[in-house]
């Protein structure tokens, strides 16, 4: 019985330490680690992003998958500015849960663009780019994969 005891007591600290070890890790090595997003990591790192998404504040990422992404900007040759808003435009302030963006009609993003968030037939929508992915948590905000670029 002392084993079977040390075992489940040992089983709720690993459920207990999971969350807080999930989130030390910054929304940078999140996009990293996320394998649909790996171009996105790549062009906030190109961008100079990188070191802007290190500070205190936290954000909300709306992530455009890598298939998405290659069709988009695979090519295109965008100048470092015009990456720079282009990224922009799929990050907010705060953190922003799929349960938040339900209830949120509309934001503003970084790179300047108006934001419509609706919920309908179970499907949330950001300027009609569905959510594939919801609820990547980090440390310093939360990372959403969309199925389309935001402009």
């Known amino acids: 019985m002392k084993n079977v005891k040390g075992s489940f007591l040992a089983a709720i600290m690993i459920l207990l330490m999971a969350p807080s070890e999930v989130l030390s890790q910054t929304l940078l ?5 996320t394998k649909e997003i790996s171009l996105f990591s790549q062009a906030i790192v190109n961008s100079g992003l ?3 998404l290190k500070d205190n504040a936290t954000y909300t990422i709306f992530a ?3 298939e998405v992404l290659e069709k988009e900007i695979g090519g295109k040759g965008y100048s470092d500015s015009k990456l720079r808003s282009f990224l922009l435009n799929h990050i907010i302030t705060g953190w922003a849960t799929e349960k938040n963006l339900k209830s ?4 503003t ?3 300047g663009i108006s934001l419509k968030f609706a919920w309908e037939n179970d499907v949330l929508t ?5 959510i594939s ?3 990547i948590k980090a440390e310093n905000g939360i990372i959403h994969v969309i199925d389309r670029v935001l402009k």
């Open 29 to 33: 090595v999140k996009l990293e680690q």
């Open 50 to 52: 990188d070191t802007e």
């Open 64 to 66: 455009p998958s890598n």
């Open 104 to 107: 949120m009609s509309k934001a």
């Open 109 to 111: 993003s970084l790179g």
């Open 126 to 130: 950001i300027n009609e780019a569905k």
């Open 133 to 135: 992915k919801s609820n």
